[in-house]
C-alpha cells in the first residue's frame, strides 16, 4: 500500500535549518509529482513546494523563495525540504504528497489538483 513517512521535524530557533525528509513505497516513485504542504493552527492548509518527476521541474511558493528547497532522491524514494532562516510563523505541521500525474507539480502546489496520497505530517516548531 502507498505510504509517504515524514521526518526530520522539531523545535528551531528563528534563524536556524531543518531538512524534512518523506520516504515513499508502496508506489512507483520516479512516475509520481511530490511536494510539501504546511498547515498552521487556525490556518488552511498551504503548498510550499512541489517537484515533477519525468521533467523534474521545480515549484515554490513565492514567499518561500529564498528558504527553501524541494529536492528528490529516485533512487532512494525520498523528497527533501531543505529549510533556512526559519521564522516563528513557518510554525505549521508539514505534509508530504504525491500524486500520479507527473507534470502537474505547480497544480499541486495551488491547490488545481488534489495529491492522490498525504503523509501523516511531521511538526516543525520554530521558537526561541
Known amino acids: 500500500q502507498v505510504k509517504l513517512v515524514e521526518s526530520g521535524g522539531g523545535l528551531v530557533q528563528p534563524g536556524g535549518s531543518l531538512r524534512l525528509s518523506c520516504a515513499a513505497s508502496?508506489?512507483?516513485?520516479?512516475?509520481?509529482?511530490m511536494g510539501w504542504f504546511r498547515q498552521a493552527p487556525g490556518k488552511e492548509r498551504e503548498g510550499i513546494s512541489c517537484?515533477?518527476?519525468?521533467?523534474?521541474?521545480?515549484y515554490l511558493t513565492d514567499s518561500m523563495k529564498g528558504r527553501f528547497t524541494i529536492s528528490r532522491d529516485n533512487a532512494k524514494n525520498t523528497v527533501y525540504l531543505q529549510m533556512n532562516s526559519l521564522k516563528p510563523e513557518d510554525t505549521a505541521v508539514y505534509y508530504c504528497?504525491?500524486?500520479?500525474?507527473?507534470?502537474?507539480?505547480?497544480?499541486?502546489?495551488?491547490?488545481?489538483?488534489?495529491?492522490?496520497?498525504w503523509g501523516q505530517g511531521t511538526q516543525v516548531t520554530v521558537a526561541s
Open positions: 504528497a504525491a500524486d500520479p500525474r507527473p507534470t502537474f507539480a505547480r497544480e499541486m502546489c495551488d491547490g488545481i489538483i488534489h495529491p492522490s496520497h
Open positions: 517537484i515533477g518527476s519525468s521533467d523534474g521541474r521545480t
Open positions: 508502496g508506489f512507483t516513485f520516479d512516475y509520481y509529482a
